[in-house]
């Protein structure tokens, strides 16, 4: 199993992006999905996450700038940016759990430049 993640690049502060990540292989009972980022020199940090119930929850840094989604039939996940900021840029990475057996993968991660 390997997740793909698209969409990242550069954008002005104000400006949007689109995350998209996408699982190949054989993935099963995916009860959670997530976006984390790593700044320049800082560590890997949580960004957002869905549950397979749909309750989402974001870092406060994010809330109301950021929605992230689903879509369970491609075993997918997306994160919308809007009203980007430059502390916002890193590499952003999507993770999944597959509940049985349990495993946790991860994306190679996209980069994400933010300009003031």
């Known amino acids: 199993v390997q997740l793909q993640a698209s969409g990242g690049g550069l954008v002005q502060a104000g400006g949007s992006l689109k995350l998209s990540c996408a699982a190949s292989g054989s993935i099963y009972d995916i009860n959670y999905m997530g976006w984390y980022r790593q700044a320049p020199g800082k560590q890997r940090e949580w960004v957002a996450s869905i549950t397979n119930g749909d309750n989402t929850n974001y870092v406060d840094s994010v809330k109301g700038r950021f929605t992230i989604s689903r879509d369970n039939a491609k075993n997918a996940v997306y994160l919308q940016m809007n009203s980007l900021k430059p502390e916002d840029t890193g590499v952003y990475y999507c993770?999944?759990?597959?509940?049985?057996?349990?495993?946790?993968?991860w994306g190679q991660g996209t980069q994400v430049t933010v300009s003031s």
């Open positions: 993770n999944m759990h597959q509940l049985v057996p349990y495993y946790n993968y």
